[in-house]
Each structure stands twice: as structure tokens, then as C-alpha cells.
């Protein structure tokens, strides 16, 4: 029986939230971790594609800029709610979401270039089309951000999945328990 979903460090806000790198298992892992918590999973960019079409299609039509402010306000109205919350790789680079991002329990996904070359869709990501050096030079820019937002940092590279979240819902339950939560 899942222990009640209430394992953040406060009783309004994200359970958990997780960054990282494109193709790092951002979502795998949170949808993982929510079953586990009994909690709802949001997904940053799967909102924004709800709400308005195709990440690739939004880059194409509006530019970078006006999908970085739709980002941002799935951000803001996701770390709102109770849940475990997979953000897209790009969105700590937008000052607001860092910000808001400050309090809360936020999990580094990491992966090495091999493992993300295995997985990475250059088709469904438009700033990594130009293969796996896009996205090696893009991680090299983003990773001091990530780094100086993440409470915690697991690698994804070769891991199972399923352990990785095992791992996440134990440190998610500590530190609510740390913070008297549970």
C-alpha cells in the first residue's frame, strides 16, 4: 500500500520535481515515481502540447521565445499542485522558472552521451537536430543551472528505471519525514 502522497516539505507545492537533460528519463522516471506515491504526474511539455500543438511546430511557427513563455507558465501552474512534476530540459534556463524552482525538492536526472545518443529524436527536439553534439554542447550550457538547483542527482545512463525511482520515492518520503510531513 502506497504511504500517503504527502511527501514533500510543505502541504501545498510539488512533491517532487524533476530536470535534467533531454533524454535523460525525465518523464519514465516521474511517471514511475508518481505510481509509486499515489500521486498525480505532470508533464511540462505534454501540457504545453495539450494547450497548444507540437513542441517542434511552436519552435517553427512562434520561435524559441514564445514557447519558452508558454513553458514558463506550465511551470508556474504545475509547481502549484501536488504532484510529481517533470519539467523539459530547457525550462531552468528561463530566470522565473529557476526562481521558483529555489524551495522546492528538485531531483537531477543526469545521462552520460552514449546512453542519451540511444535515445535521443532529433525530430521531436528541435534544439538537438543537429545529432548529439547539439546536445553535448547544450548540456555543457545548462548543466550549471541544473546543478545549482538539484537537491539530489541520479544518473539515468544504465541504471533500471524502475530502482532509479524506488530510490527517488525513498529520499522524497525522507525528506518529508526530515520536515515532518509524514
Partial sequence: MAEPAAAGDSPTGPLVVLIGPPAAGKTRVGKRVARILDAPFIDTDRVIVAQHGPIPAIFAEHGEAVFRQFEADAVAEALQQRAVVSLGGGAVMTPSVAAALASAPVVLLTINAEAAAERLDPETRPLVREGIGAWVDLVATR????????????????????????????????????????
Fill in 143 to 182: 548543466m550549471p543551472t541544473y546543478a545549482a538547483l538539484a537537491v539530489a542527482t541520479w544518473d539515468t545512463s544504465s541504471r533500471p528505471i524502475d530502482r532509479i525511482a524506488e530510490e527517488i520515492v525513498e529520499w522524497t518520503r525522507e525528506r518529508a519525514r526530515s520536515a515532518g510531513g509524514l
